[in-house]
Structure formats: structure tokens, C-alpha cells
């Protein structure tokens, strides 16, 4: 069973930075790789597939990045509606997903 | 729009079944695999179980192996998810997702229901 592995498991950021969402594979899983972002009492919503394809309708602030076992989500410049938890997925085999990191308000 | 709306949740005693629905609309439910998801209340996303687009492959978590029986009416557009021998553990809200259609190897999430809650407790 491939584990995925997420950090940091929070993240403090201000409006207007940077955000870095990290995720790893136990082993590889070539780009076989999807984001989701998930808000309080809402059902998760496609970001990134592919490991870096947007999916439609996903602002060009969020990108995905990595093949293999590592991989990151960047969010360029955090608006408010972004603070959420973020989930990495593999699909490689099955469909396993990370623990999640929530990105809060610094 | 494009929906999944999900049913069947509720409070339900250790060791007794439930049945959860999932209504598709405005697509063709046929061409797509489904997915249960589920969230135990403060946790992550599980997944839970997947069936192919024709319901002729399924697999399922090895926590829910045995127990749950995931299954599918084309001709109804709709998804169930049969659940047996429930145990405390399983209390989670529970989505049904689609497997969006882009190159064959591509197999994310792209549509999600709004969730429906089950909750085992005596």
C-alpha cells in the first residue's frame, strides 16, 4: 500500500504571500497525483491532477509541481477564500489520500 | 447543473446495515467510475470503495472489505453503497465522487456530492 505523507500539518500565512504544501509518496508514483482543497462543512474540490494540470476553473495562483515521490502544491498569493485544508491523493494503484494540511491565517 | 446527492444517512445501532444512495444528474453517469469517500468528524478523507463505470470491477479499503458492498443502477443514474456489520468505526460523513474523464490513466475526483452523515452508535 502506498502511504502519502503531508506537511507541514498547519500552515500560517498572511493574505498576499506564499504558500508551500508538500507531499510525499512511499514510493514512486510517476505524476499519478491530485490536490484538493477542502472547506469547513464543504464537500473537497479537484485543484491539480496530473501532479500539475489545473483543474477547470482553478485559479492560475494555485500550481502543482513533482513527480515521483515528491510533489508540492504553491499557492502564489493567498486570498482570503483559500485558508482551507488541502489534501494530496494518489492514484497510481489505488486511491489513497494524505493526512491533509490545513493552511490558517497568520 | 452537474450534481451527485447523496442519502441514507442516519443514526444506526453496531451491527446493523444502512444503505446509502447517490443521485447523479446532468451527465452521463454510465461513462464515468464512482467512488465513496468517507470523513470521520475531525479527520481526513478515507477512501472507502470504487466501482468501474459498467459496476463490473469494485474494490474497496481493507477497512470496509467484507462489509460494505458498493454497486451501481445505469438506467437509474444512481450509486449505492451497502453497508453491513457496522461498527462504531465506520461514523463518518460519507460522499460519493466521480472519476472525471480526461487520458485513461488520469483518475481524479473532478465532482463530489455534499456528503451524508452515518453514525453507529448504540
Known amino acids: 500500500e502506498i502511504v502519502m505523507t503531508q506537511s507541514p500539518a498547519t500552515l500560517s500565512v498572511s493574505p498576499g504571500e506564499r504558500a508551500t504544501l508538500s507531499c510525499r509518496a512511499s514510493?514512486?508514483?510517476?505524476?499519478?497525483l491530485a490536490w484538493y482543497q477542502q472547506k469547513p462543512g464543504q464537500a473537497p474540490r479537484l485543484l491539480i491532477y496530473?501532479?500539475?494540470t489545473r483543474a477547470t476553473g482553478i485559479p492560475a495562483r494555485f500550481s502543482g509541481s513533482g513527480s515521483g515521490t515528491e510533489f508540492t502544491l504553491t499557492i502564489s498569493s493567498l486570498q482570503s477564500e483559500d485558508f482551507a485544508v488541502y489534501y494530496c491523493?494518489?492514484?497510481?494503484?489505488?486511491?489513497?489520500f494524505g493526512q491533509g494540511t490545513k493552511v490558517e491565517i497568520k | 447543473q452537474v450534481q451527485l446527492v447523496e442519502s441514507g444517512g442516519g443514526v444506526v445501532q453496531p451491527g446493523r446495515s444502512l444503505r446509502l444512495s447517490c443521485a447523479a444528474s446532468e451527465f452521463t453517469f454510465s461513462h464515468h467510475a464512482m467512488h465513496w469517500v468517507r470523513q470521520a468528524p475531525g479527520k481526513g478523507l478515507e477512501w472507502v470503495a470504487f466501482?468501474?463505470?459498467?459496476?463490473?470491477?469494485?474494490y474497496y479499503a481493507d477497512s470496509v472489505k467484507g462489509r460494505f458492498t458498493i454497486y451501481r443502477d445505469n438506467s437509474k443514474n444512481t450509486l449505492y453503497l451497502q453497508m453491513n456489520s457496522l461498527k462504531p468505526e465506520d461514523t463518518a460523513v460519507y460522499y460519493c465522487a466521480r472519476e472525471g474523464l480526461w487520458r485513461p490513466d488520469i483518475h481524479a475526483f473532478d465532482i463530489w456530492g455534499q456528503g451524508t452523515m452515518v453514525t453507529v452508535s448504540s
Open positions: 496530473g501532479a500539475s
Open positions: 491523493q494518489h492514484y497510481n494503484n489505488w486511491r489513497t
Open positions: 466501482t468501474s463505470h459498467d459496476g463490473t470491477n469494485t
Open positions: 514510493q514512486s508514483i510517476s505524476s499519478n
